[in-house]
């Protein structure tokens, strides 16, 4: 969110709103109004929307980033997004600020350097990388002297300052307390001094910029590191922290408490002499309070209700409810849909435990683990209780002790559920652990020594039986960090004994492996071209099966780019990667292509099936599809690198 001051002659400043997903990314707020004025497409966007917006509050130009383009809305086109262009060698920009000639800075990724974009000659230069293990540049503050301050990430995260007249010459300012991995969180020019914040740290660091020295930090942190900009005559800003509204000095630090609020997590704070306008989100929308300074109280509280969004489909879980459960590319919480009322079911936006999810797996009808992305979480859903913010409980922070970020791969028998991760940026080596449902506890965790489980690979599925647990992995490790030398792996793990009785790499070429399945005394996985099967006794490579036209070398490994399940009861199997999704029927010996380029749908790569058989995916970024698995007609024919006709059909 960016506030829009000078927009308008008088009353509160309008607003500019960016929301995750592929349409409605752009929403231009008049606090006067309950409704957007404008809604903006941005058909190249993010499927997460717009990265950053900045305001020029002179030129009356919002500049906005997505993926590697940097855009301009101009109030005298209201309904339309200019394209200034792109950034070369980046594949996202981020934390766009100006300078006071007006010169847009910005981050890049993975290109580890700044940019600037000076409107006069509307030309783009990119920089040097500011160190050799440095690949994001996530955070850039702008001084009052026009020096550039960045906070890099994922490996070795610190802080790198420049002249905006010089940017070739930059300077390196270490942490106080190095760290192998993570990112410089937040980065602000206050005053005469910065203020940072680093992942996993608690507290604010406070950095003077004379001796480019360390000098304090602040326990009380700002909530969602927002502020006001400073009052020239006072000195001071604003920031909440546990719904608060504090008034703070730029020069001695010391805090003045203002007045309560109702808002605990502000999306804007912006602040004239008289009044304080705080703005956060509700249910429908945003909320906006303005806090009169002469009364200090709150004088004025409004809703707008933004236009609604679509989250792009990130996971699948179908539930003994009868539901599918899906979580959202950078969502927050969990929703649900029933495929034969269409009704829908989305949790409290109260819960605060469950953010995008990877990965999830219902045990029984009352219990679902849910793997919530950012730092590990493991989230216990209780089905009894999914209505109330009490149903969700997070067990436990994988990132905290063992440095992992997502859970893709989830498994279970009757007796315990098991997971494996990716491991968090700058990081390699996913763990493998287990869940005592009884007790909700994690019973154990294998990180080979913190090398990870399978040495510097990612686990990216599992299944298990009442002895073994077999898995695949990615040799792509933590955003940031280059992929292991090698290929992917199938591993099977004695439950008892916690030794792996084999870890083989059947396929040659292929850096990963996905969604392990039993069915009939084999074990399948699945890859970008197509179906493996082993002997799950020895881990021996049976048969490959070719079902689509792309190469396992042609795409960076990855943690989800195929996907398989299987229906037991009838011998049969659905594969889907790189947009072509086959049906295979073993005990025919029979496929059928349901999905591909060459025809009219094509599907993601996330499956689930129902207990009953039903097979669904994610289908056009933002919906799911049903799969009819019956074929209209076949002729018989083995599984092999030719597809069978006719197809199978798809409903949505």
Not at 39 to 61: A, C, F, L, R
Request: proline share 5%; glycine share 8%.
């Amino acid at each position: 969110m960016e506030p829009l001051p000078g927009l308008q002659a008088t009353g509160l400043p309008w607003l500019a709103v960016s929301i995750v997903g592929p349409i409605h990314q752009l929403q231009i707020i008049n606090p006067s109004r309950n409704t957007p004025a404008h809604i903006v497409e941005i058909p190249k966007s993010h499927s997460g929307g717009v990265q950053s917006m900045i305001w020029d509050k002179k030129t009356k130009y919002l500049y906005l980033a997505t993926l590697n383009y940097l855009l301009v809305w101009k109030p005298s086109s209201p309904s339309e997004i200019t394209i200034v262009g792109k950034v070369p060698g980046a594949t996202t920009i981020y934390d766009l600020q100006l300078d006071s000639q007006g010169t847009v800075w910005g981050g890049t990724y993975p290109l580890g350097a700044a940019f600037k974009y000076a409107p006069k000659t509307k030309k783009i230069d990119v920089f040097k990388r500011v160190a050799t293990d440095t690949d994001y540049v996530r955070r850039v503050a702008v001084d009052s002297n026009d020096d550039v301050w960045l906070g890099t990430g994922s490996r070795n995260p610190r802080v790198f300052r420049f002249s905006s007249k010089s940017p070739q010459k930059i300077t390196e300012i270490p942490l106080p307390e190095p760290k192998r991995a993570g990112f410089v969180s937040s980065l602000e020019a206050v005053g005469n001094s910065i203020v940072v914040s680093i992942d996993n740290v608690s507290g604010q660091l406070l950095l003077n910029p004379q001796t480019n020295s360390w000098v304090g930090s602040m326990d009380r942190v700002w909530s969602g590191r927002k502020l006001s900009a400073v009052n020239p005559a006072t000195k001071q800003f604003y920031n909440v922290s546990d719904g608060q509204l504090f008034a703070t000095s730029s020069s001695t630090w010391q805090d003045q408490l203002v007045g309560k609020l109702s808002a605990s997590a502000p999306l804007a704070i912006y602040a004239t002499s008289s009044q304080v306008v705080v703005v956060s989100s509700n249910k429908t929308g945003l909320q906006i309070e303005v806090f009169r300074l002469s009364s200090k109280s709150v004088q004025l509280v409004s809703t707008v209700a933004l236009a609604r969004g679509q989250f792009v489909v990130q996971s699948l879980m179908s539930h003994s409810d009868g539901n599918i459960y899906v979580g959202g590319y950078m969502g927050h919480g969990i929703t649900a849909v029933h495929p034969d009322t269409g009704k829908h079911w989305t949790s409290p936006s109260e819960q605060n435990a469950i953010n995008q999810i990877e990965g999830m797996i219902e045990f029984n009808a009352q219990k679902t683990y849910v793997g919530s992305y950012g730092s590990a979480d493991i989230v216990r859903l209780n089905s009894n209780a999914k209505n109330n913010p009490e149903g969700y409980q997070r067990l436990v922070r994988l990132a905290t002790d063992y440095e992992q970020s997502r859970i893709f791969a989830w498994a279970k028998n009757s007796k315990q559920v098991f997971f494996g991760t990716v491991p968090e940026y700058g990081r390699s080596g996913g763990v493998l652990g287990a869940i005592d449902p009884r007790t909700d506890e994690v019973s154990w965790v294998l990180d080979g020594d913190g090398e990870g489980f399978i040495r510097h690979h990612s686990i990216t599925g599992l299944v298990a039986d009442e002895k073994y647990i077999y898995g695949t992995t990615s040799v792509r490790n933590g955003y940031g960090l280059a992929d292991t030398v090698g290929n992917a792996k199938v591993f099977k793990l004695d439950i008892a004994t916690k030794k792996i009785s084999w870890s083989v790499a059947p396929i040659a070429q292929c850096g990963a492996l996905y969604s392990p399945k039993l069915l009939a005394g084999w074990l399948l996985v699945a890859d970008l071209e197509g179906v493996s099967v082993l002997d799950p006794v020895s881990g021996k490579l049976l048969k490959k099966h070719r079902l689509t036209n792309s190469r396992n070398t042609s795409y960076r490994p990855g943690w989800k780019n195929a996907d398989l399940v299987v229906v037991e009861n009838q011998g049969k199997a659905v594969h889907t990667a790189a947009g072509t999704t086959t049906a295979i029927d073993f005990d025919s010996g029979t496929l059928a292509t349901i999905g591909s380029p060459q025809l009219k749908s094509q599907f993601g790569t996330r499956l689930t099936v129902t207990n009953s058989g039903r097979v669904f995916a994610n289908v056009e970024k933002t919906a799911i599809a049903e799969l009819d698995l019956q074929p209209i007609a076949s002729q018989p024919k083995k599984p092999s690198a030719k597809k069978a006709s006719p197809q199978a059909t798809a409903t949505t």
